[in-house]
């Protein structure tokens, strides 16, 4: 590979893990001059981020790639990409805008396990001037766009999301961020909910559980999120107005429509359920050349996150008989 290095856009992959290492394989598809920087201390991480490196074909002739050790050389970026375990990421991002200069930030949900870490966050930025997003994807599919196109701001919506074993703690997130998207509002409030025994998550050190959730706009619009662990239900997301109504089953990437305008006949069409490899391609150049992109800021995704955590710490708390001050899900 050549030594290049091109004097703008830079760009640090902070944790080259499982989405880590894809958001890394999205970066090598822009099509602009780019550098990369890939910082993780775990071996494993960066063998992976190798092997994903080679599934990838790129323009050699402009991006170059570089595995850093530390920053005593490098430490000015246009954007940084943060993809660690969430109860690491307040005490990193400290640590970064003390040791580094850059503009731009994305974050992995879940973001912080604490508001009050949350909260600071938004404050360190602000004073440092940092423009930030945390990765909530599903907004920036291109079915999900298409979707919302059609959507008249001013109908109320019902969204209802249900299936199986769809790991509700970690991915409520996604379906709390994504209705915010449809009804333009990130205040809503969750009226009710229900959660069962919390049990130890596939990754170490994190807890999953399944229930329910029941939410409201203050305009109205309703939402559901529903998982039910004994099922092996594919994940649904039905969306209806008093015009139309569409059910997405995400694991098929499929989804049927139907309107008043067609007089209510079903059709079937695809719904593509975008990869983060692909996603970050287009959210890397939006952010080099507009220093904006199509997630969420942080600030309004602090208003989800407090809702959430509200609700999810003092279960696991309750069920765990602990006393903690950390939400521990991923």
């Not at 494993?44 to 402009?62: D, G, H, M, T, Y």
Request: glycine share 2%.
């Amino acid at each position: 590979m050549k030594n290049l290095y091109h004097k703008n856009n830079n760009i640090l992959i902070y944790g080259c893990g499982n989405v880590g290492s894809r958001h890394l394989q999205g970066a090598l598809k822009s099509k602009y001059n780019i550098n990369i920087f890939i910082y993780d201390k775990k071996e494993i991480s960066i063998k992976l981020a190798k092997q994903r490196i080679s599934e990838v074909n790129f323009n050699k002739n402009k991006i170059s790639i570089k595995f850093l050790k530390d920053f005593k050389f490098h430490n000015n970026f246009n954007l940084v990409i943060l993809s660690t375990p969430a109860y690491k990421i307040f005490f990193i991002l400290k640590k970064m805008i003390f040791e580094l200069n850059f503009k731009n930030l994305i974050i992995e949900k879940i973001a912080f396990q604490s508001n009050q870490e949350f909260n600071k966050s938004i404050k360190l930025l602000k004073q440092n001037n940092i423009n930030a997003w945390v990765n909530c994807a599903n907004r920036t599919f291109n079915s999900y766009k298409k979707l919302k196109k059609i959507i008249n701001k001013d109908d109320l919506i019902t969204m209802i999301v249900s299936g199986g074993k769809m790991n509700f703690a970690s991915n409520l997130i996604h379906y709390l961020d994504l209705f915010s998207y449809f009804i333009y509002d990130s205040k809503f409030r969750i009226l009710l909910q229900n959660f069962n025994k919390p049990f130890k998550s596939k990754r170490k050190n994190y807890y999953e559980f399944d229930g329910y959730i029941i939410a409201l706009s203050s305009k109205g619009d309703h939402l559901l999120v529903n998982s039910d662990i004994n099922s092996s239900r594919p994940v649904t997301v039905d969306i209806s107005t008093r015009n139309f109504n569409i059910s997405i089953i995400e694991p098929l990437s499929k989804a049927y429509y139907m309107s008043e305008k067609n007089k209510w006949k079903i059709k079937e069409m695809n719904f593509i359920i975008e990869n983060q490899s692909d996603l970050t391609k287009f959210l890397t150049e939006s952010i080099l050349k507009k220093n904006e992109c199509d997630l969420i800021d942080v600030n309004s995704s602090f208003e989800i996150n407090r809702m959430m955590l509200d609700i999810f710490l003092p279960h696991l708390n309750q069920s765990l008989n602990k006393n903690l001050n950390y939400c521990q899900i991923t």
